[in-house]
């Protein structure tokens, strides 16, 4: 007979409700060393204390790829683009790298402005006032990839490549990706990666009000990025503030048109969105798990951690758990305080985060103003294969 596991991270029962399984776990044993070889970690106070402690670092699964891409050198196989275009992600960083880096982007990376484009995105992608929409499809995946672009200086009319990229790219996230998978992602690393050097060349010569014209200023001013790592912290602007962006608009708004009455109340009162909003972040947090390595020996729970060992942090197990967040599986519109980890904690805090809160505060205070009814056409949502990035791959609606 199987052994009945606790982490089922391949089960597809689980990626597209995750949430018995980190109930279990809870209860059971929530600091878990798993058959997959790692610790798996789904209490909120054990989760907040490990984001928080520099003694966990990050960077297992930029590790893992680059000793894959190492072995497979030996095979003729070549994956190096994906390491090229990884290099500069923060979030596979330590400090005193991350922080350099870090602070360089926050020079260049803000909010001004930003809700006179995601408006003028909205109005364009909503301007035919359709009877029907898949608010993924149509409406959440091009609306972030639009925004972003706008940001950083790139053409509108390359968002929709972009966009396929990103999509792809995403999955060297996921703590558990096949051989197929890498194959892919690499192949989207090679065209960011030609893509984003023809870009930053042509900015060089012809510089505007873009992000990317202004990382190029400041990079010659502080000479902090070599050219490989600009390249990369390109990409990384793209992909932090797109892919969030969608996983948060298409979960929310999922969870949303399921509560009907919460949907009315927001209609009526819209000053509300916003802590709903909090609420749609805890309950179906779009980024469940994220993972570190341990600097040094240590022990979480009574359970000693070797140096070197790897973890994985439930980040949507801990918005659950029921120590903390009262009536922890009940969607709450109005719960506060409302202290989750949906974005991670400590220095590693998603990078994205503020622009995918204003992109679906926006698009709901749109489809809301438009439209007196939403209607799923869809009863079973149909769930990305990415435990650790959680999507809707479509959301069919009708509307009146």
């Not at 992000?211 to 010659?220: C, M, P, R, V």
């Not at 919460?262 to 994220?290: C, F, M, S, W």
């Not at 197990?317 to 967040?325: L, M």
């Not at 992109?359 to 990305?384: F, G």
Request: hydrophobic content about 40%.
């Amino acid at each position: 007979m199987a052994a009945d596991h606790l982490w089922k991270p391949f089960d597809r029962a689980h990626i597209a409700n995750p949430y018995a399984m980190y109930k279990r776990l809870r209860e059971e044993d929530p600091v878990h060393f798993s058959q997959t070889g790692e610790w798996i970690i789904t209490r909120y106070e054990d989760t907040r204390n490990i984001l928080r402690n520099s003694d966990f670092l990050v960077g297992n699964r930029f590790e893992w790829l680059k000793k894959g891409i190492g072995y497979f050198k030996y095979k003729d196989l070549n994956f190096t683009n994906i390491e090229a275009a990884m290099k500069g992600f923060i979030l596979f960083l330590n400090p005193p790298h991350h922080t350099r880096i870090r602070k360089f982007i926050h020079q260049v990376w803000n909010s001004r402005e930003v809700s006179a484009i995601i408006q003028q995105n909205l109005d364009t992608l909503l301007s035919t006032r359709p009877d029907s929409l898949d608010l993924v499809n149509d409406l959440g995946k091009p609306l972030p990839a639009m925004t972003i672009g706008k940001i950083l200086g790139l053409p509108e009319s390359d968002y929709v490549y972009l966009k396929e990229q990103g999509t792809v790219m995403i999955k060297a996230l996921d703590l558990y990706i096949s051989f197929k998978d890498i194959m892919r992602v690499n192949e989207a690393a090679g065209n960011f990666i030609s893509y984003f050097k023809k870009v930053i060349e042509h900015k060089q010569q012809h510089p505007d009000d873009g992000i990317i014209s202004k990382l190029i200023a400041l990079n010659k001013q502080e000479n902090v990025l070599d050219g490989d790592e600009l390249v990369s912290t390109c990409i990384l602007l793209f992909i932090a503030g797109e892919e969030t962006s969608v996983s948060l608009m298409s979960t929310g708004l999922y969870n949303l048109i399921s509560h009907e009455d919460t949907l009315n109340d927001l209609r009526n009162h819209p000053g509300k969105i916003a802590t709903a909003i909090e609420e749609l972040i805890r309950y179906d947090a779009p980024v469940q798990i994220v993972g570190r390595i341990a600097g040094k020996d240590c022990e979480v729970s009574g359970k000693t951690i070797r140096q070197g060992d790897t973890l994985t942090i439930c980040l949507g197990s801990a918005n659950r758990d029921p120590e903390v967040f009262e009536n922890a599986d009940a969607f709450i519109p109005d719960r506060e305080p409302n202290k989750h980890l949906g974005f991670g904690g400590g220095a590693h805090y998603c990078l994205g985060d503020w622009l995918a809160r204003i992109q679906t505060e926006m698009m709901i205070r749109s489809l809301l103003e438009r439209y007196k009814t939403i209607e799923l056409l869809n009863a079973v949502p149909q769930w990305n294969n990415n435990l650790a990035i959680r999507c809707l791959m479509e959301l069919p609606v009708k509307l009146r």
